[in-house]
Each structure stands twice: as structure tokens, then as C-alpha cells.
């Protein structure tokens, strides 16, 4: 009983300070009714971008769209450069194995010419070896 006492106690102190009249809850969001509706009314109509701005965004798309050019030109410009690199460097390596044939070459003409001299000798020697051998049969 005492349970039952005290819980209507506090019912009764609950509902005579927790509710708030309709007509205090009308007056606290009537307000906020108006700023809703007025700013559903801005954002349902469509946004008007003055002249001024659409032209400078229109340029601005120009300076990009030219600025793009620009750098596919310059990309276009460095694949070639890279190409005539890479064709010199070919022609370098090419180059470099010629010299180093026209080297070998030439070592080969130096040893051939050694040996040349080397014969001209043996041959001058044997000259004259031989004018000797005929002199002295002449004069035998």
C-alpha cells in the first residue's frame, strides 16, 4: 500500500510540472515554422550566377584549356627529344665500335708494317750476302 502511495505521488508531482501547454508549444515553434518556409522557399529556387561570374569562369576554362595545350605540346616536345637521344646514343655506340675496329686496324697495319721492315732488312741482309757470295765466286 505504501508502494502504491508513493507511486501516485509521484505521478501526480509529474504531471502537474512536466507538460507544457499547446498553446506555449505553438508560440515556441511558430518561429521556427517561418525561418523554415523561408529558407525552403531560397533553396527551391534556382541559383542565378550573375554575368560577371559566368564570363570569368569562361575565361578561366579558356586559360586552362590553353595552359593544356601548352603542356601536351611540351610532352609531345620531350618524347621526341628522348627519341633523338636515344638515336644518338645508338649512333654513339656505333661509333664507338667502328673506332674501336679502325684501332684494331691499325694495330694490325702497325704489326704488318713491323713485319714489313723486318723483311726489307732480312732481304737487304741476304742482298748482301749474296753480292758477296758473287763476288767471291768471280773471282775464283
Do not use: H, W
Request: proline share 2%; aromatic share 2%; charged share 30%.
Amino acid at each position: 500500500m505504501k508502494k502504491t502511495a508513493g507511486f501516485l505521488g509521484v505521478l501526480v508531482l509529474v504531471s502537474l510540472t512536466g507538460c507544457a501547454t499547446q498553446e506555449y508549444v505553438r508560440s515556441q515553434v511558430s518561429p521556427l515554422e517561418e525561418r523554415l518556409g523561408k529558407l525552403e522557399t531560397k533553396v527551391s529556387q534556382p541559383v542565378v550566377m550573375p554575368e560577371a561570374d559566368k564570363a570569368a569562369i569562361m575565361q578561366a576554362n579558356d586559360k586552362a584549356q590553353a595552359a593544356l595545350d601548352v603542356a601536351n605540346k611540351v610532352v609531345g616536345d620531350v618524347k621526341k627529344v628522348e627519341n633523338d637521344v636515344m638515336q644518338a646514343q645508338t649512333a654513339a655506340k656505333g661509333a664507338e665500335a667502328a673506332a674501336k675496329g679502325a684501332e684494331a686496324a691499325v694495330k694490325g697495319a702497325e704489326a704488318a708494317a713491323k713485319g714489313a721492315e723486318l723483311a726489307a732488312r732480312e732481304a737487304q741482309q741476304m742482298q748482301k750476302k749474296s753480292e758477296k757470295i758473287f763476288e767471291l765466286q768471280q773471282k775464283k
